[in-house]
């Protein structure tokens, strides 16, 4: 053996976020105070009634496998509102797999369509975890930088620089992780002409469409055309929405050809995502009410802490943060600082004991990201220690 490890281990990075929260709470275990903005869930519970179908089911014994790809009536309740709701005409079951999670939607649908030397065009800021799954796939990720300037969006000029016969996918999240960014169906329309002209994919993640705020619309870029739903995967779940990322839940809604593969290969990969737990999210499309009621409830507080991080942070010196209009994270501008954003994350734990994400690590430089699934008295306490941070470093 000249080595244990596989090239693909040796080279695959650990989630910078996952790392950011665990420092946070190590020096939160060790009684410190800390104020830790690197969260990447909602402080919710689950609403108590998919919880309840859930327990329901469990005591019903519905503790064995199922179809690979998820429970009928889920795959069907996804497929009427892909079809109804978010304007995929057309949807069928088939086209739907519920995974173990959002994150494995991405990664199985990656895992779908990309092979060696294959190039993926992924704009930053970017969710950490696509260029791994990318490498992991033997494909080629391909960075295009975006800033606050252009509101973090991608344009069709920057997509033509850099596409070639090798693009094989183009990853689009929209509401965004980490900016909060989202796109307009305007600007969509043009990004989908350009996929659809050069014939490439798009994994879109929509594990954020239904935190959004001012009164946007969350738009799929498979809704505008049959030529888009052909090349339009879609990846979402219910880890935000409902507050649920411990029940680890995920849905694809892809073309016929896409679905099967990812089918197979999810039977071959974890067989079925866990099956009571398929019984709560279906309680959440049964209940349409109730799950907008809950929602409804979550997004008013979000909203109302996503104003008070804005104004905070635009108050002080040195700080310029965009108005992000979905998910719950802001992705403030520390530039006129002349610290890397490491740097400027590791003094900022080290002196006020408080936890932000480097924009580095979503491959941009010069900013921050906080999450504001936080408690009011976090952020208030946070705005005062960073403010101090800044006139002290500034
Ligand atoms: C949270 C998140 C996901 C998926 O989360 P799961 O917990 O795996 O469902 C996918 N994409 C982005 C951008 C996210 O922030």
């Known amino acids: 053996m000249n080595q244990r490890l596989s090239d693909w281990a040796k080279n695959i990075s650990p989630s910078p976020t996952l790392a950011v929260d665990a420092a946070a709470k190590k020096l939160k275990a060790e009684g410190k105070d800390v104020c830790g903005f690197g969260a990447g869930e909602p402080d919710f519970d689950t ?39 978010k304007n995929v005409k057309g949807t069928k079951f088939s086209n739907i797999i519920v995974s173990p999670g959002g994150k494995f939607s991405c990664y199985i649908a990656i895992k779908a369509v990309i092979g060696q030397g294959d190039e993926v065009i992924i704009p930053a800021p970017y969710w950490v975890s696509y260029p791994e799954m990318v490498k992991l796939s033997g494909g080629v990720p391909v960075f295009v930088q975006t800033s606050d300037a252009s509101d973090f969006k991608v ?91 411990g029940w680890r839940l995920g849905t694809l809604c892809a073309p016929d050809d896409v679905a099967s593969a990812v089918g197979k290969l999810q039977s071959q990969m974890c067989s079925n995502a866990t099956t009571f737990a398929q019984y709560g999210a279906l309680e959440a499309l049964r209940e349409p009410e109730k799950a907008r009621e809950s929602l409804e409830a979550m997004l008013a507080v979000f909203d109302k802490r996503r104003i008070t991080l804005l104004d905070g942070l635009n108050s002080i010196k040195g700080i310029s943060c965009n108005r992000a209009k979905g998910a719950f994270y802001l992705f403030p501008n520390i530039s006129s600082f002349g610290l890397s954003s490491t740097d400027f994350c590791s003094k900022l734990l080290e002196r006020e004991l408080m936890a932000v994400v480097p924009g580095i690590a979503f491959g941009a430089e010069g900013y921050v990201r906080f999450s504001y699934a936080v408690s009011d008295s976090v952020i208030e306490k946070g705005l005062e220690r960073i403010a101090r941070f800044c006139s002290s470093i500034g």
């Open 155 to 245: 344009s069709v000029e920057q997509l033509e620089n850099v596409v070639t016969e090798k693009t094989k996918m183009l990853v689009l999240t929209s509401p965004s992780n980490p900016t909060g960014a989202v796109y307009t169906r305007d600007e969509l329309r043009k990004i989908v002409d350009f996929a659809v002209r050069r014939d490439i994919f798009i994994l879109s993640d929509e594990i954020y469409e239904k935190l959004l705020y001012d009164g946007v619309e969350a738009v799929s870029p498979a809704s505008f055309s049959d030529e888009a739903r052909e090349r339009v995967i879609i990846a979402s779940g219910f880890s935000k929405s409902f507050a649920m990322t």
């Open 47 to 85: 609403p108590e009634f998919i919880k309840a179908a859930c327990a329901k089911a469990l005591a019903e014994g519905k503790t064995k496998y199922i179809p690979s790809s998820g429970l009928l009536e889920l795959r069907e309740r996804l497929a009427d509102y892909y079809s109804a709701s």
